[in-house]
T-cell receptor, first 114, second 113 residues
Framework: DSGVTQTPKHLITATGQRVTLRCSPR?????VYWYQQSLDQGLQFLIQ???????AKGNILERFSAQQFPDLHSELNLSSLELGDSALYFC???FGQGGNNEQFFGPGTRLTVL | AQSVTQPDIHITVSEGASLELRCNYS??????LFWYVQSPGQGLQLLLK??????LVQGIKGFEAEFKRSQSSFNLRKPSVHWSDAAEYFC???????????FGKGTKLSVKP
């Protein structure tokens, strides 16, 4: 158990819909990262927040957005969902924001878009 | 562009045999290097990391990896594989420019009894 929690574990929805994925980082961690894992693209970085502020952005679609709240939990919002958005979405957390900070991964949320 | 290549998609080894998983990276300088393991239905767990210093690093679960600058490689090894090592293994680099990890496509390890 990494100490990072993600809800829900599974999500099934239809094209065009909007969903919210939630992540609670390890106690004391200030950075939250979101990754998408799909069969064709592999593991891809989406976005990073540090202490409530966006720090880095990867291949995140405009239909996706995220935020980190004052209690440091984070939410990833996916809208106008397409079949290709079906994937495993991981949240990770670390104490700091640099590469020498180990990232601890949650168990993921599996999103299925029908 | 920064990238990580894991040439082997799937490897099968017998229990008790030695293991080497290959990882090559492309980066302008020496990146931070990582190996993660993902068991079915689980998140990723860090096995080991290399930042600087001794090029042979020890990790958890009996794994080790060697950084070879001349070959831009960071191969993962284990002298004797256990059935519980069956999982998918990901090599990753931290490039620094975007504050994120860049992962390889992963190598799935199967262990024969």
């Amino acid at each position: 158990d990494s100490g990072v929690t993600q809800t829900p574990k599974h999500l099934i929805t239809a094209t065009g819909q909007r969903v919210t994925l939630r992540c609670s980082p390890r106690s004391g961690d200030l950075s939250v990262y979101w990754y998408q894992q799909s069969l064709d693209q592999g593991l891809q970085f989406l976005i990073q927040y540090y202490n409530g502020e966006e720090r880095a952005k990867g291949n995140i679609l405009e239909r996706f957005s995220a935020q980190q709240f004052p209690d440091l939990h984070s939410e990833l919002n996916l809208s106008s969902l397409e079949l290709g958005d079906s994937a495993l979405y991981f949240c990770a957390s670390s104490f700091g924001q640099g590469g020498n900070n180990e990232q601890f991964f949650g168990p993921g949320t599996r999103l299925t878009v029908l | 562009a920064q990238s990580v290549t894991q040439p082997d998609i799937h490897i099968t080894v017998s229990e008790g045999a030695s293991l080497e998983l290959r990882c090559n990276y492309s980066y302008g300088a020496t990146p931070y290097l990582f190996w993660y393991v993902q068991s079915p239905g689980q998140g990723l767990q860090l096995l080991l990391k290399y930042f600087s210093g001794d090029t042979l690093v020890q990790g958890i679960k009996g794994f080790e990896a060697e950084f070879k600058r001349s070959q831009s490689s960071f191969n993962l090894r284990k002298p004797s594989v256990h059935w519980s090592d069956a999982a998918e293994y990901f090599c990753a680099i931290y490039g620094g420019s975007q504050g994120n990890l860049i992962f390889g496509k992963g190598t799935k390890l199967s262990v024969k009894p």
